[in-house]
T-cell receptor, first 109, second 117 residues
């Protein structure tokens, strides 16, 4: 199966940019996704990128994809305390979605 | 309706009990999923139903038994569980099967937190 890896923690100050990184192993993954999980809740889709794209911007979110290195990043501009959560990247292969271990983002006021 | 609803939110059961987790969606989604999430870990795929038929079973022990009575409902029947099965069980659905015509976005429920004593 697919191996998806992320760093476990990130701490930033309110108003700064946050960058969460992810690597994956299966080059045949068609789409790559970012999900957010708040305590005690399910996962909420933030954005996704098609594997043939390099970049996708969606309001405060920017996704960068380096397909050659199988590296994905999520940049959150002007990070707010409400952005504190766990962020999961996911790679998909048909109906199987493989999730990274999650990056816990802590936003300090 | 854009939600996946899971019941119960919390369940405590003994190792000899039989219980069920329920999941419902009314978005017309054609695939439904069960994931298991232990604390501080990513969700792990257990089962996928595509067009109401079981299409993926990730070698899950038989003490977990999925059922898809119709296109809106997904159940997970639990019997003779072990304490290590305690986890958050997440149900998800997606509009289609596969990604041949675009991204296949999962919509997750809030989960059922299971404790096995």
């Amino acid at each position: 199966g697919e191996d998806v890896e992320q760093s476990l923690f990130l701490s930033v100050r309110e108003g700064d940019s946050s960058v969460i990184n992810c690597t994956y192993t299966d080059s045949s993954s068609t789409y790559l996704y970012w999900y957010k999980q708040e305590p005690g809740a399910g996962l909420q889709l933030l954005t996704y990128i098609f594997s043939n794209m390099d970049m996708k911007q969606d309001q405060r979110l920017t996704v960068l994809l380096n397909k050659k290195d199988k590296h994905l990043s999520l940049r959150i501009a002007d990070t707010q305390t409400g952005d504190s959560a766990i962020y999961f990247c996911a790679a998909s292969n048909f109906n199987k979605f493989y999730f990274g271990s999650g990056t816990k983002l802590n936003v300090k006021p | 309706d854009t939600e996946v609803t899971q019941t119960p939110k919390h369940l405590v059961m003994g190792m000899t009990n039989k219980k069920s987790l329920k999941c419902e969606q009314h978005m017309g989604h054609r695939a439904m999923y069960w994931y298991k999430q232990k604390a501080k870990k990513p969700p792990e795929l257990m089962f996928v139903y595509s067009y109401e038929k079981l299409s993926i079973n990730e070698s899950v022990p038989s003490r977990f038994s999925p059922e898809c009575p119709n296109s809106s409902l997904l159940n997970l029947h639990l019997h003779a569980l072990q304490p290590e099965d305690s986890a958050l069980y997440l149900c998800a659905s997606s509009p289609k099967v596969g990604e041949s015509s675009g991204a296949n976005v999962l919509t997750f429920g809030a989960g059922s937190r299971l404790t096995v004593l």
